[in-house]
């Protein structure tokens, strides 16, 4: 550790990560925060020494150390297999089959470590007609139905950005899994592979919607449903400035507060039944004309401290400041950047930002002595190429 924090639940878990792009490094930022020592391994042509000692910009890199390896060259996985050998877990995003052909492959580590947790993370998963192929986020939760779901009615689906897959489908079900697979360890089972695929975790994630539509609640078309924008009093709303609040107040006595508090409806509009899905497109456009009548935050200021469900949408530079958030310290600033705290919270283990963003290659010297390499040995795997 670099100064003195909290140890976090994970402490004295070490995570070899192969450096990649999205889920993958959210999962192995997700372990670092909770504790764990988290070597990235890097590319060496991503390497450049003068960077070294300022924070690299992607955040979702941070906690770690990086070493830069050259997993093409032999010696380069013999370097990573020496790493393997004191870990505890193993982070891949590749293709299936990657790993393998690399000589990294789980037969490969679990040779030298056969208590190692093997996470991989794809979008296809490991087999089926697919798993070869390129993909992304907008893909995965496209065959998974939850594209379908997201949009207003009659129009087209909305990308929701890549969280859904990528990070709540993928990075945070390996992190899980890995979690899962090492406490199996910790009581006695040997070491396993975790396969995490976005299309998998994403289904998991829409469970509730498949049992709302058996029980007749929920319908396929989008956009008319309870928790898809089609209720008026689960729904975003523009206000007298162009900014928007968003609108929750789903049980009867929120909504009465809400109701209450704002002075609903405006002379000329009805206070419909709201449990009538017909009357929803005029309690929506009644809605809509009362909101239109302040600002954003003329609104969030009357209605906040109540029960009445309703928050401002703010932006991602305003996020940070708001008071409750500011409070929790849902945001923190380190290195000049500010950044979302680790979570969850823990009473007796605390999480914290252990280490900035590491450059590439930045901790290679310091990995490998700890590793038991010698001066000599180092200083020919760098003149070899194997690492950078």
């Given amino acids: 550790m670099t100064e003195d924090v909290p140890a976090g639940p994970l402490a004295g878990v070490r995570v070899i990560e192969l450096a990649g792009i999205g889920p993958g490094p959210f999962t192995a930022m997700m372990l670092a925060d909770l504790g764990a020592d988290v070597v990235r391994v890097d590319r060496v042509t991503d390497v450049d020494p003068s960077a070294f000692g300022s924070p690299h910009p992607d955040l979702l890199n941070r906690g770690r150390r990086s070493i830069a390896v050259d997993l093409k060259s032999p010696d380069g996985r013999d ?50 007609p697919a798993a070869p192929y390129a993909g992304h986020d907008i893909g995965y939760v496209a065959l998974t139905g939850a594209l379908h779901g997201v949009g207003r009615a009659g129009e087209r689906p909305v990308p929701p950005m890549n969280l859904l ?90 909504y009465d507060e809400l109701v209450r508090r704002t002075g609903f409806p405006l002379p000329g509009d009805e206070a419909l039944d709201r449990t009538d899905p017909a009357n929803w497109p005029a309690l929506r456009q009644a809605w809509a004309r009362l909101f239109r009548t302040r600002t954003r935050d003329e609104w969030a200021a009357l209605l906040a401290d109540s029960d009445a469900c309703v928050a401002p949408v703010l932006d991602w530079a305003e996020a940070p400041a708001h008071p409750h958030l500011a409070a929790r310290g849902t945001f923190v600033e380190r290195d000049g950047a500010t950044q979302p705290a680790p979570a969850p919270r823990f009473s007796g283990t605390p999480t914290a930002l252990r280490r900035p963003p590491p450059q590439p290659g930045e901790h290679t010297d310091e990995l490998l002595a700890g590793a038991g390499f010698d001066t000599d040995r180092i200083a020919a795997l760098r003149t070899s190429g194997a690492i950078a």
């Avoid at 990075?171 to 995490?196: C, K």
């Fill in 79 to 128: 370097v990573v297999l020496a790493l393997v050998a004191g870990a505890d877990a193993l982070i891949e995003g590749f293709r299936p089959g990657v790993t393998e052909r690399l000589g990294l492959g789980p037969a490969d580590c679990h040779a030298v470590n056969p208590r190692l947790v093997y996470g991989r993370m794809t979008g296809w998963g490991q087999d089926g």
């Fill in 165 to 254: 897959g990528d990070f709540g489908g993928g990075g945070m079900m390996l992190a899980l899994g890995l979690v899962s697979a090492l406490y199996a360890v910790r009581g006695g089972a040997p070491g396993q592979v975790v396969d995490a695929a976005i299309v998998d975790g994403v289904s998991v994630l829409s469970t509730q919607i498949h049992a709302l539509r058996r029980q007749g609640m929920w319908q396929d078309p989008r956009g008319v449903n309870l928790l898809d924008g089609g209720a008026p009093f689960y729904d975003t709303y523009e206000c007298a400035d162009g900014r928007h609040v968003a609108v929750g107040a789903l049980e009867q006595r929120f």
